[in-house]
C-alpha cells in the first residue's frame, strides 16, 4: 500500500493540543495522517548544541512521528532567520519587515540537506512524500539530488506574493526554481496559484497548459487546494464536557453582555493593531451601546525570539492599555486580552457563546479560526462572521461581513452590523457558510491533493483535474 509522508518544520503530535499551541497546520495534518496511516517527519522543536541527525520515532494519537532535534545555530538563521524573518513576512506583503541575511540563506540550506540526509533512510520505494510551507522550498532538490525517484508533492500554506515583492529577494530564482522538483505544487486559493504562475512566466519564460507548469526543462503540476477543518469533529467538540465547561464559565462572566472574539497568534499579519483601532472606533461611535458588549481577544505569543514579533506584543499592550483606560467602568472592562493559548475543545465552547467572530488578518493563507467560529455555532442561534477581504478563506466565505482589515470605519461598521443582525439572517448567513465548512474540510483536502500526487506523472489523458478546491474556491 502507498504510505503517506508528511514533512513539515514543526511537527506537533496530537496530544500537543492540550498546550493550544498548535497552528493551523499542525492541526489538519494530524487530522489527516490519523486516519491515512504514514510517517510525520520534521523538527522536534527542540535545540541541541549539536546536531546528531537521531531520528525519535514516536507513536502518539493515532500518528507516527519522526523527529529531529536542531541546533542552536540553525533555528537562529534557518527557523527564525530565513523562513520567519525573510520568508514570512515577504510572502505576506510586508517588505518593510523583510530582512536579507546571506547568513540566513545558508541556515536555511543546510537545515534542508540535513532533513534530506535524516529522511533518506525512512523513505521505501512506493511512498509519496508531501512536503508542507515555506522552510521546506529546496527538499525536493536535496531529496532528488540524493538519488530519490518517489512522488513528492509540496503545499504552500501562506500566500504567495505578487512578481515584484518577489523579485526583491536576493538569488529569489535559485530558491523558488526549487519547486520544479517537485511533483505536484500547490496553493491554498487561485489568486496565491495565479501569483505564482505570473512569476515564472515572467521570469523563465514559463509556460501554463491545464494544471501543469513548464519552465527549467521540467513540468510540474499545480493546483488550488483549499485547506479545511474536521468540520464534524469540530461541532462535536463545540458540544464537549471541556466546551459546555469553557460555555458555563464564560456565561457567568458575560454577566448578559454581547461577546466579540478574536483567536489569534501574536502575529503581525494578524492584524490585531488594525482590528483593536476598529473596535476603539465601533465604542467611540456607539456610546449609547458600548457597555453592553466586550472584545475577548485570544494571542498567544508565537516566534517571540524576532524583533518584529516583539514590537507587535508591545504596540499592542500599549493599545489595549489605552482602550480599556478611556472606556472602562468600574463593572466592565470593553477589551479582555488573553496572551496565552487554550486547547481547542475550550475554544470551541468560546466561539459558540460569543455573538460575533472578529477574523481580520491583513494578508492570511487561508485561516482555520474563521471555519471553527462557524463549525461551532448554534444553529438555532448562530452568531456573525466578520472576515479579513484579505485571507484565503474570504474566496469560500462569502456570506460573512467582509471587510478591509485596514479601515479601521468597516470593521467599526461590521462589529454594529453583525451585533445587530436578525436572528433570520443570522440562520440564513450560518447554513450558507457551513455547507461549505462542511462540503471543502480537511478530508477533501487531503484526498484531493494526495489523489493528484499519486497521479502526477500519469500521462495527461488519465489524470484527475490537479483542482482540488477549485469548485468550491
Ligand atoms: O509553527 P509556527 O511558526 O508557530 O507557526 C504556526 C503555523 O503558522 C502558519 O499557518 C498557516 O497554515 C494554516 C493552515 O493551512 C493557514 O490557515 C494559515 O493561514 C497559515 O498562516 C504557517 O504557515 C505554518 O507553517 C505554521 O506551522
Ligand atoms: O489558543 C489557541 C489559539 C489557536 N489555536 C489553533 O491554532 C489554529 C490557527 O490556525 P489558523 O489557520 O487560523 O492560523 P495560523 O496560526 O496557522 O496562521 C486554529 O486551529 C486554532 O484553533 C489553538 O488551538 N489554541
Known amino acids: ?267 503581525y499579519s494578524k492584524g490585531l493593531e488594525e482590528r483593536f483601532l476598529g473596535y476603539e472606533r465601533f465604542l467611540a461611535d456607539n456610546p449609547e451601546r458600548c457597555q453592553e458588549v466586550f472584545l475577548l481577544q485570544i494571542a498567544p505569543p508565537t516566534r517571540s525570539e524576532i524583533g518584529s514579533y516583539q514590537e507587535i506584543r508591545n504596540k499592542l499592550d500599549a493599545l489595549s492599555g489605552r482602550i480599556n483606560g478611556a472606556y472602562a467602568e468600574v463593572d466592565w472592562v470593553p477589551l479582555r486580552y488573553v496572551n496565552r493559548g487554550y486547547p481547542r475543545a475550550v475554544l470551541a465552547g468560546i466561539y459558540r457563546t460569543a455573538r460575533l467572530g472578529l477574523v481580520t488578518p491583513l494578508r492570511d493563507g487561508m485561516n482555520l479560526v474563521a471555519k471553527e467560529y462557524v463549525a461551532a455555532q448554534d444553529p438555532a442561534d448562530p452568531g456573525v462572521l466578520v472576515l479579513s477581504q484579505f485571507a484565503g478563506a474570504a474566496l469560500q466565505m462569502p456570506e460573512a461581513l467582509l471587510v478591509n482589515p485596514f479601515s479601521q470605519e468597516e470593521i467599526a461598521e461590521a462589529i454594529a452590523e453583525g451585533l445587530g443582525m436578525r436572528k433570520a439572517e443570522r440562520i440564513r448567513r450560518w447554513e450558507a457558510l457551513m455547507h461549505n465548512v462542511e462540503s471543502c474540510d480537511v478530508r477533501r483536502w487531503r484526498d484531493d491533493f494526495v489523489a493528484a500526487l499519486e497521479a502526477a506523472r500519469l500521462p495527461v489523458a488519465m489524470r484527475p483535474p490537479a483542482n482540488g478546491g477549485q469548485a468550491a474556491a
Open 1 to 267: 500500500m502507498t504510505r503517506l509522508i508528511v514533512v513539515s518544520n514543526r511537527v506537533t503530535p496530537p496530544t500537543a493540543d492540550a498546550t493550544g499551541s498548535q497552528g493551523g497546520l499542525a492541526v489538519a495534518i494530524g487530522e489527516a495522517l490519523r486516519e491515512n496511516g504514514g510517517v510525520w517527519f520534521g523538527w522536534s522543536g527542540q535545540r541541541v548544541p549539536e546536531f546528531t541527525g537521531q531520528v525519535n520515532l514516536q507513536r502518539a494519537g493515532g500518528v507516527t512521528t519522526a523527529t529531529v532535534d536542531l541546533e542552536e545555530q540553525d533555528v537562529d538563521e534557518y527557523y527564525n532567520g530565513y523562513a520567519n524573518k525573510t520568508l514570512w513576512p515577504l510572502f505576506h506583503y510586508r517588505i518593510d519587515l523583510t530582512e536579507y541575511d546571506r547568513s540566513f540563506d545558508a541556515g536555511y540550506a543546510r537545515v534542508n540537506q540535513r532533513f534530506a540526509d535524516t529522511l533518506l533512510p525512512i523513505i521505501q520505494p512506493d511512498d509519496i512524500i508531501w512536503v508542507h510551507d515555506y522552510h521546506l522550498i529546496p527538499l525536493a532538490r536535496e531529496l532528488r539530488a540524493r538519488g530519490v525517484t518517489n512522488r513528492i508533492g509540496f503545499f504552500l500554506h501562506i500566500p504567495w506574493p505578487p512578481m515584484r515583492l518577489l523579485a526583491t529577494l536576493p538569488r529569489h530564482k535559485e530558491l523558488v526554481s526549487g519547486l520544479f522538483d517537485y511533483d505536484l505544487v500547490g496553493f491554498q486559493t487561485h489568486e496565491w496559484l495565479e501569483a505564482f504562475c505570473d512569476y515564472f512566466q515572467r521570469e523563465a519564460d514559463a509556460e501554463v497548459g491545464d494544471g501543469v507548469m513548464s519552465a527549467f526543462g521540467r513540468t510540474v503540476r499545480i493546483g488550488a487546494f483549499p485547506i479545511g477543518i474536521d468540520a464534524g469533529a469540530f461541532k462535536e467538540a463545540a458540544k464537549s464536557a471541556e466546551a459546555l465547561a469553557a460555555r458555563e464559565r464564560m456565561r457567568e462572566s458575560i454577566a448578559g453582555r454581547q461577546m466579540i472574539v478574536g483567536v489569534d497568534r501574536l502575529d
